[in-house]
């Protein structure tokens, strides 16, 4: 009997490989220069603390201390101190009754989504919601139903014709395009039909709210009981990993039933040690925030008049439409042989026909930096992209 002909096994991915080439959607790995020969727009160390010199000490410290690594589950292995102190602290800063801790920021939202909701749960989740908030939705057994962005009014239509628990799942502030969601109208929606609140603030906590407090305090939320938020260690602090805040039942229930908390390695200490000292620069200098936030005004108003469609930054983070993928990064790869590191969108993480160049502020920018960034951005831009 002749033997059956089969492709290999992975075939398929290469396939899809040759699609992603012809489409111009093939990401690279860039190398990360330690010399800083690149003035860094693509990262989000909103408060410059990454470099820090406490960050850098405390992270030693810790590692000298209690070694590399968690060496397992928190509930097992991975929980010190250090872990303790910075969810007082992260919940004092906050307002909120607690905090957990997690590996990440992405761990955080699964957990959040998975554990916070039943199979007769309805989440009602933003068409614009970062990656993991979408992960976990597909992930959770809930019923997800995903409204126009920004679309308050279509939220409270689909929680008024849903009977039974509901979560509402928004980016407090929206992390391709850098527009702030309505939360104080989202939260009187929540309330008037019993529901809950989710906000993603990764790209809030440290910049906006009173000396950087994160998005319940702007919104004048104090200590919610129908609302949580996470956070990632890894923008505004400069370091790595994710926690989720909210009411004290939350964080407790989270911790018996959050897989995302129960069978992931805990936070490294290093890690935990330089976001506990990163926290405590940014209470002894409360204006970092304010700093990030004057310094995407400069970059917008200096974008505009070189000619270029931005969008307006409601905190740190500048969009740059660039039209088809190949233009972000041709665009993208300019900028970067001018000195300028900027982030570089395509789908999937767009829409189709909505590539970008994606800008991040930063408290520790000069003025010479500022106007060194508009300048290699501008000259670099296709032509057809200025107004």
Request: hydrophobic share 45%; charged share 20%; net charge negative.
């Amino acid at each position: 009997m002749p033997p059956i002909s089969r492709e290999s096994a992975f075939a398929w991915i290469d396939r899809g490989l040759d699609e992603r080439d012809r489409a111009g959607l093939t990401r690279t790995l860039l190398p990360r220069d330690s010399a800083d020969s690149l003035l860094d727009l693509a990262g989000n160390d909103y408060l410059g603390l990454s470099r820090h010199p406490a960050v850098i000490g405390a992270a030693a410290e810790a590692a000298a201390r209690w070694g590399a690594g968690s060496t397992g589950s928190r509930l097992v292995t991975g929980t010190t101190e250090l872990h303790h102190e910075l969810e007082e602290e992260l919940a004092a800063t906050y307002g909120t009754e607690a905090a957990l801790v997690f590996s990440s920021g992405y761990a955080a939202n699964l957990a959040v989504l998975t554990a916070l909701t039943e199979p007769d749960s309805l989440i009602v989740s933003d068409q614009h919601n970062h990656a993991s908030l979408v992960d976990g939705c597909r992930l959770s057994r809930a019923r997800t139903e995903v409204f126009p962005h920004a679309d308050v009014w279509r939220a409270d239509g689909l929680l008024r014709a849903h009977d039974g628990p509901a979560l509402v799942v928004t980016e407090s502030v929206f992390s391709v395009d850098g527009d702030v969601a309505a939360l104080r109208e989202l939260h009187d929606v929540v309330g008037a039909h019993g529901a809950a609140l989710f906000v993603d603030d990764a790209h809030g906590f440290g910049i906006i709210g009173p000396g950087g407090a994160g998005a319940f305090s702007e919104a004048g939320l104090v200590t919610p009981p129908d609302a949580v938020a996470t956070a990632t260690l890894s923008e505004a602090l400069g370091t790595q990993g994710g926690a989720v805040l909210g009411p004290r039942r939350v964080i407790r229930h989270l911790t018996q039933t959050a897989r995302t908390f129960v069978f992931d390695a805990g936070l490294a200490p290093a890690c935990a040690g330089a976001a506990l000292a990163a926290l405590r620069v940014l209470s002894r200098e409360p204006g970092r925030g304010k700093r990030v936030r004057l310094v995407a005004e400069q970059l917008h108003e200096g974008l505009i008049n070189a000619g270029l469609v931005v969008n307006p930054p409601g905190a740190a983070v500048l969009s740059l439409p660039a039209g088809s993928p190949s233009n972000a990064v041709e665009w993208a790869a300019a900028c970067r042989a001018g000195g300028v590191a900027v982030g570089c969108f395509r789908p999937p993480a767009v829409p189709d026909s909505t590539s970008r160049l994606r800008l991040t502020a930063r408290a520790d920018l000069t003025e010479q930096q500022i106007a060194q960034a508009v300048r290699v951005i501008a000259d670099a831009a296709p032509h057809h992209l200025r107004l």
